[in-house]
Nanobody, 124 residues
Framework: QVQLVESGGGLVQPGGSLKLSCEFSGSVHEIHGIGWFRQAPGKEREGIICSSKNGNETYVSASVKGRFTMSADLLKNTNDLEMNDLKIDDTAAYYC?????????????????WGPGTQVTVSS
């Protein structure tokens, strides 16, 4: 099992930027994929960006493509999410997660462990 903790959320104006950080520990050697998902009130969980353990496979959802980038370092046990040009629809709780698999074609497969989340609110 992997323990994850997110940080960096907050209130930001539309068009602004924010960086989320994730630190993890535990059975890191068992990680196959890592990524971020978000969930807004009343909406389903949305996997937005992930990569395979070796970084050969990456997936970015259409809703954040060109605006969000992820930097996972499995040696430092960190996973950062850079978010630019934020929109009101990006308002959600953001979670760092480990995955059974992440491929460029299918995306997220098998959510395994995730942190308590950090809230991002985009509002003027």
């Amino acid at each position: 099992q992997v323990q994850l903790v997110e940080s960096g959320g907050g209130l930001v104006q539309p068009g602004g930027s924010l960086k989320l950080s994730c630190e993890f520990s535990g059975s890191v050697h068992e990680i196959h994929g890592i990524g971020w998902f978000r969930q807004a009130p009343g909406k389903e969980r949305e996997g937005i960006i992930c990569s395979s353990k070796n970084g050969n496979e990456t997936y970015v959802s259409a809703s954040v493509k060109g605006r969000f980038t992820m930097s996972a370092d499995l040696l430092k046990n960190t996973n950062d999410l850079e978010m630019n040009d934020l929109k009101i629809d990006d308002t959600a709780a953001y979670y760092c997660t480990t995955l059974f698999s992440c491929t460029s074609r299918v995306g997220f497969m098998g959510y395994e462990d995730w942190g308590p989340g950090t809230q991002v609110t985009v509002s003027s």
